[in-house]
């Protein structure tokens, strides 16, 4: 008899821990997410980058998700992005970071993503590290060249992303459209493209293809989303681009 009661009040026990755990999981769950928003430039400067911090921000208080701290010197670079300070932090986002950035550890930035962490690249995040290669394999894209500001006729390529689901098949979209160098489509899945070069400056302009402007990739253990749109202020507080942005962050950050 007391060998049963003994049982049964270890089998409860074992009930209330687990209850325990569960309930530590969900909470960890229902936490906003924690992201650090890049915007140090050593080239271009977009005179947009206040108003897609601002977006960011309200992007993420609305929707509950994340929220954001900033790094927008290189001080703040050097003080938020050692891999001690990293840990407090989710994911990563590049909003139109251009140049050779002064990480305190760019080698460790890249493992800290493959460990299980977040990389959101908005516009000019591809025109950033173009002499560290690690870097372009990691975003899987660099910059190579844009002409005017143009009108372009998007197209959906993965309906079923969280970034591309409210996308429609198609959409017009006046932005600064870049195209690409060192893009391995192989290692991505492709979410939006051109299907020829807009690119006035290119020798190859209105050549048929297929032009990425958006894709997603795991990386290691990471996740990693790119964006090329953004370069315009109207195009970064239209509600259709929050959309898009927001459903490729919570895809990154592994929030569903």
């Not at 821990?17 to 650090?36: D, E, M």
């Not at 460990?115 to 590290?129: E, K, N, S, Y």
């Not at 006046?174 to 690119?199: G, Q, R």
């Amino acid at each position: 008899m007391k060998s049963k009661t003994r049982l049964y009040r270890f089998v409860c026990l074992l009930c209330l821990l687990a209850g325990a755990a569960c309930a530590v999981s969900a909470q960890q769950q229902l936490r906003p997410k924690k992201l650090l928003v890049v915007t140090v430039t050593k080239g271009f400067r977009h005179a947009s980058i206040p108003t897609a911090e601002k977006m960011l921000e309200q992007l993420g208080a609305q929707s509950k998700s994340f929220t954001v701290d900033y790094a927008r010197s290189d001080e703040e670079l050097a003080a938020k992005m050692t891999m001690k300070a990293l840990a407090a932090y989710d994911g990563v986002i590049f909003a139109s970071t251009t140049g050779d950035l002064p990480l305190p550890d760019r080698d460790g930035f890249l493992n800290w993503i493959k460990a299980g962490h977040a990389f959101i690249g908005i516009h000019a995040a591809a025109d950033t590290f173009h002499n560290y290669a690690p870097f372009v394999e990691m975003i899987n894209g660099e910059f190579k060249a844009h002409g005017p500001q143009i009108k372009v006729l998007t197209l959906n390529r993965d309906a079923k992303h969280p970034a591309m689901k409210d996308w429609g098949a198609s959409r017009e979209v006046y932005d600064e459209i870049y195209v690409y160098k060192n893009h391995d489509p192989a290692k991505v899945d492709l979410l939006m493209c051109l299907d020829k070069n807009p690119n006035e400056k290119d020798p190859q302009f209105n050549q048929a293809g297929s032009f990425p402007l958006a894709w997603s990739r795991t990386y290691g253990k990471g996740r990693v989303f790119y964006t090329a749109l953004g370069h315009r202020e109207d195009v970064l507080e239209a509600d259709y681009f929050k959309t898009h942005l927001l459903g490729g962050i919570r895809w990154a950050l592994g929030v569903k």
